[in-house]
């Protein structure tokens, strides 16, 4: 299991059609690789949370037009296996992990990718690292 201490980045903008295109054209447009992406909608917002091959520069290039954080995110790899996020996921209960928030996605390489934030994430990157 891979578990290291990343950035991801926060924006918030309006929701309208489109939206998805427009971010990521911006973020296509400078070569940079989008690696993870969640997004959803929340009262009319339209919320990103995007890991890059080059995060500072796409914040840099994002932040023309909006208001762009970067944000401190645990990213786990794990075998896409049967309980394998159970597993994870007791083990951060144990240790008093509360998780903010959490998404991920598997791939063709039989590996799953995971990227969440809590209440304590330097303890929750030494708890997994240590499985």
């Given at each position: 299991?891979?578990v290291?201490?990343?950035?991801?980045?926060?924006?918030?903008?309006?929701?309208?059609?489109?939206?998805?295109?427009?971010?990521?054209?911006?973020i296509?447009?400078?070569?940079i690789?989008i690696?993870t992406?969640c997004?959803?909608v929340?009262?009319?917002?339209?919320?990103f949370?995007?890991?890059?091959?080059d995060?500072?520069?796409?914040?840099?290039?994002?932040?023309?037009d909006?208001?762009?954080?970067?944000?401190?995110v645990v990213l786990v790899?794990l075998?896409?296996?049967?309980?394998?996020l159970?597993?994870?996921g007791?083990?951060l209960?144990?240790?008093g992990?509360?998780?903010?928030?959490i998404y991920g996605?598997?791939?063709?390489?039989?590996?799953a990718?995971?990227?969440?934030?809590?209440?304590?994430?330097?303890?929750?990157?030494?708890?997994?690292s240590n499985?």
């Amino acid at each position: 299991m891979k578990v290291v201490k990343t950035e991801e980045i926060f924006l918030v903008t309006s929701n309208e059609v489109g939206k998805l295109a427009q971010i990521t054209g911006v973020i296509a447009q400078k070569n940079i690789n989008i690696r993870t992406i969640c997004a959803y909608v929340r009262d009319n917002q339209a919320i990103f949370r995007i890991i890059t091959s080059d995060n500072l520069r796409a914040k840099e290039v994002l932040s023309q037009d909006h208001n762009v954080e970067l944000k401190e995110v645990v990213l786990v790899e794990l075998p896409d296996e049967i309980g394998q996020l159970h597993k994870l996921g007791g083990k951060l209960k144990e240790e008093g992990i509360d998780l903010e928030y959490i998404y991920g996605t598997t791939s063709s390489s039989q590996v799953a990718t995971l990227i969440f934030s809590s209440n304590d994430n330097e303890k929750a990157l030494k708890i997994l690292s240590n499985l």
